[in-house]
């Protein structure tokens, strides 16, 4: 019971991450590799703030800041240096690497005996591993009813608009460029806002971590419109939390099987691949069964 609540509250967590790649990956059709370099900037941002005796709050607005920095940086290069939307992600990506060790001063630092965002006196009083239920929970319904306001304002339909159709949308007089940079500014604070979050929770920051970030959330975002199917735009965000938290039991079903947790990258990988091609298999039986109806038919 403990590691399916455990396994809850990583998937509230690491929603963040979902649904901020939704508003690059669904809405603008924008495929940013910036998140692999933002989430470890925010990680590592906020738990060096916190190891300097930084409130973990301050730390991990800081983080959403320093995010959305470096989404800023992809923005330019992609509509003001009109480098391809994937090298402009790749090269702010591998900048971050650098930035994260200057940060850092180390490849690592962890956070023993530091106050954290689950460290409230509050939580102290809930069962083991209920405290990133509790918090992940408040942070993604905050979050996700932020951005279903946001999306309901003029900036947000305009921002909505660019991501259909950005030829139309110029032609109505919608500056799609700041669309676009707006866009990657939330949606990778967002992501490092998340990494912060999730840092803080694992009481460490690493070099490394943001390696497969990328997958982990389409994960949530796939999985969810594979569940639920057409929905509307607000649905579809909580859709995205739904498949965090759906994929987080699949792969504690998978590792119970006996699988090794280093092979959580390959498994993330391979969930996302079904995911995706369950639509096409869902196809492909219907049209299977249409074609021995009508063999039956003729018999």
């Not at 983080?63 to 800023?72: C, M, P, Y």
């Not at 859709?239 to 498994?267: K, M």
């Amino acid at each position: 019971m403990s590691m399916i609540v455990s396994s809850i509250g990583q998937g509230l967590l690491w929603a963040v991450l979902g649904v901020a790649l939704f508003l690059t990956f669904r809405i603008l059709n924008f495929p940013d590799m910036t998140v692999e370099g933002s989430f470890p900037l925010g990680a590592a941002t906020a738990v060096t703030l916190i190891s300097h005796n930084v409130s973990p709050i301050l730390a991990t607005i800081i983080a959403f800041g320093v995010g959305a920095l470096a989404g800023l940086a992809t923005g330019l290069l992609y509509t003001k240096g009109k480098i391809p939307i994937l090298l402009a992600g790749i090269l702010v990506m591998t900048a971050s690497l650098s930035i994260n060790l200057r940060i850092m001063g180390s490849a690592n630092i962890s956070l023993l005996g530091k106050d954290t965002l689950f460290s409230a006196h509050f939580l102290s009083t809930l069962p083991k591993y209920f405290d990133s239920v509790l918090v992940g929970f408040i942070i993604i319904s905050v979050i996700t009813a932020l951005l279903v306001i946001f999306l309901q304002t003029e900036i947000g339909q305009a921002f909505i608009a660019t991501g259909d159709n950005p030829t139309m949308a110029q032609s109505i007089g919608i500056r799609t460029d700041r669309m676009t940079i707006m866009g990657l500014m939330i949606s990778n604070g967002l992501i490092a806002f998340g990494g912060a979050v999730i840092a803080q929770n694992n009481g460490y920051a690493d070099i490394n971590m943001g390696i497969g970030i990328i997958v982990i959330a389409l994960a949530s975002i796939i999985i969810g419109e594979v569940v639920f199917g057409e929905l509307t735009l607000t649905e579809r965000l909580i859709a995205v939390v739904v498949g965090s938290i759906l994929y987080r039991l699949v792969l504690l079903a998978v590792l119970r099987l006996g699988f090794s947790t280093n092979d959580l990258n390959l498994l993330s990988a391979i969930v996302l691949a079904i995911a995706m091609m369950l639509p096409q298999i869902s196809k492909a039986l219907k049209l299977d069964k249409v074609i021995k109806k009508g063999l039956a038919n003729h018999d």
